[in-house]
Structures are given as structure tokens and as C-alpha cells.
Nanobody, 125 residues
Framework: QVQLVESGGGLVQAGGSLRLSCAAS?????????MGWFRQAPGKEREFVTT????????YYTDSVKGRFTISRDNAKNTVYLQMNSLKPEDTAVYYC?????????????????WGQGTQVTVSS
């Protein structure tokens, strides 16, 4: 059974950077899967952050993180990354990675069938 495990969260000051990782473990791999990052702030619904195609040729970002966050993947390592720069207090949330079958860059969380447990990111002002 495939599991996704996020890491790299923590506490950082505004303007700082963090890199999140999402590693797949189990019998399967990321092969052919679209990967996404979502986040959920306290008292708010989970929201889409970014997604990347299997080949890494295509990415899509929500407007609030464009130019600050970068998604990438290393299929040989079954790992997806989220580099977050110029962090703001409003980026504070639990960040989740997720996997979806298919080739479309899905932004709806219902399109993703496999989720990690999440990692906390806290940005202080």
C-alpha cells in the first residue's frame, strides 16, 4: 500500500524560506501520477496550492503563491518538493501532498485519491 509522508515543516519568520518534501513509500511509485500540494489554515477549508504533471513539464499555482513557491519532483526518488520563499504569516497552515491518477493538472481536492498526513508550517510576523 502506498503512503505519502510529508516533512520539512516548521516555524520561520516572515520573509524566510522552507522546503517541504513528500515521499512515497510502499509497493508502488509516482509513475504516471499528478502530484499536488494543498494547505489548511485553522478555521478554514483546505485549499489548493500547486500541482505538477508526471513529467514535470507542467505546473500550476494558485495566485497567492505565484512567484514565491516552486513545485518540483524527482521521480527516481519518488519525492515531490515544495520550495517556499518569501513566506508570509498568511501562509501558516498544515500542508498536505496528494496524488491523482491521470494527466490533468487538478486543482480540486476531490480529484486526489491519496493524501499524506500533513506537515505544519508556521510563519511569524
Amino acid at each position: 500500500q502506498v503512503q505519502l509522508v510529508e516533512s520539512g515543516g516548521g516555524l520561520v519568520q516572515a520573509g524566510g524560506s522552507l522546503r517541504l518534501s513528500c515521499a512515497a513509500s510502499g509497493r508502488s511509485t509516482f509513475s504516471g501520477y499528478v502530484m499536488g500540494w494543498f494547505r489548511q489554515a485553522p478555521g478554514k477549508e483546505r485549499e489548493f496550492v500547486t500541482t505538477i504533471s508526471w513529467s514535470s513539464g507542467s505546473t500550476y499555482y494558485t495566485d497567492s503563491v505565484k512567484g514565491r513557491f516552486t513545485i518540483s519532483r524527482d521521480n527516481a526518488k519518488n519525492t515531490v518538493y515544495l520550495q517556499m520563499n518569501s513566506l508570509k504569516p498568511e501562509d501558516t497552515a498544515v500542508y498536505y501532498c496528494a496524488a491523482a491518477r491521470g494527466s490533468y493538472l487538478y486543482t480540486a481536492d476531490r480529484s486526489y485519491y491519496l493524501w499524506g498526513q500533513g506537515t505544519q508550517v508556521t510563519v511569524s510576523s
